[in-house]
């Protein structure tokens, strides 16, 4: 990505990894999903990656009927980019995880570039009490859980979602192994530039949140991809401000949201999507930086646009 390219806002509106006790802002129903997201797009944000929750006790799902509640409202309220997830809610099997996405058809979805650990166990030490029962259960099961996603997996994804349906993706690299495995699909031309790479610090299981690694995904993603990707830049909790300016000044495009980060600075939680998105986005326009519209996203990104989807 060169350095005057404009800058691609990602936000990530609710995610499955926060739970309802964490937050009373965190967007549950598919009203909430809905406003949070069209706000989130009029801030600035010019992808809104998305995950269905249980309107019932905000429990991830991978109903597509949910997911059909908010999908429609999004896009007839914005132009910004839906991407869906195919990462779903931790447990899920892949039928499940792409349940969502083959109904609709969208431009973008995400996907994991391999297996992994994925602890968010610890959260239990500072949370005693929850409005749910599953909320612990959620927690407690990624002490022995792995997140799957197989070589057989994301060959699956290219043909079931990328073949079928013209669906591109946002490559999720929690470590340096995952650039690797991207590389092996670039290699074998199942991957076609030009290719969003989302590189992710902060997550147990995953590469750490120190900005020397953001500096070695970066060099290695060169090496590997040259020019024929953009880069974009995710931390957990509260390196996600951190790490995403850092991540603008050296050429990458920058992800917010709930599901990555509760917090709009140190103990404040943020009241909404857009409110973390306004904040990136004053940082990116400070630093001499312009952001791409929904349209400009869709040009570096070659996506097949909004009006090839199925919602």
């Known amino acids: 990505m060169a350095a005057s390219q404009k800058v691609i806002i990602s936000c990530a509106v609710t995610g499955s990894v926060h739970t309802p006790s964490m937050s009373p802002y965190l967007p549950l129903t598919p009203d909430e999903i809905a406003t949070d997201a069209v706000a989130a797009a009029e801030a600035g944000a010019a992808i809104l990656h998305l995950h269905a929750r249980n309107p ?5 799902t ?71 029962e599953w909320e612990r259960k959620h927690l407690e099961m990624t002490r022995d859980f792995i997140f799957r996603n197989t070589f057989k997996d994301i060959e699956q994804l290219f043909k079931r979602l990328g073949e079928d349906h013209g669906t591109r993706f946002e490559f999720e690299c929690y ?6 495995n991207l590389a092996h699909f670039v290699d ?16 147990l299981g995953g ?4 900005h020397k690694n953001l500096l070695h995904m970066r060099e290695i993603a060169n090496g590997l991809f040259g020019d024929d990707y ?14 995403c300016t850092m991540g603008a000044i050296m050429g990458g495009n920058v992800r917010v949201g709930l599901e990555d980060s509760l917090y709009a600075g140190k103990g404040k939680l943020a009241k ?10 004053s940082i990116v326009e400070n630093l001499s930086m312009e952001i791409a519209t929904p349209t400009e996203a869709r040009e570096m990104l070659a996506l097949k ?7």
């Open 56 to 60: 019932e006790d905000g429990s991830p």
């Open 62 to 132: 991978p109903d597509p009927d949910v997911y059909m509640q908010f999908l429609p409202r999004i896009k007839q309220q914005s132009d910004a980019v839906v991407n869906i997830t195919t990462g779903g809610g931790l447990g899920m099997t892949l039928d499940e995880r792409l349940a969502g996405p083959l109904r609709a058809s969208p431009e973008m979805c995400s996907m994991n570039m391999g297996s992994m650990n994925f602890g968010l166990f610890p959260i239990l030490d500072k949370m005693k009490e929850f409005k749910y």
């Open 175 to 180: 470590d340096v192994g995952h650039l690797y």
């Open 188 to 203: 074998r031309g199942i991957v076609k530039p030009p290719f969003f790479v989302q590189t992710i610090f902060g997550i």
């Open 207 to 210: 590469i750490g949140a120190e």
């Open 230 to 243: 953009q880069w974009s830049i995710l931390a957990a909790g509260k390196h996600q401000l951190s790490f």
């Open 272 to 281: 909404s999507n857009a409110e973390q998105v306004t904040i990136i986005r």
């Open 305 to 311: 646009g909004g009006d090839m989807v199925k919602f």
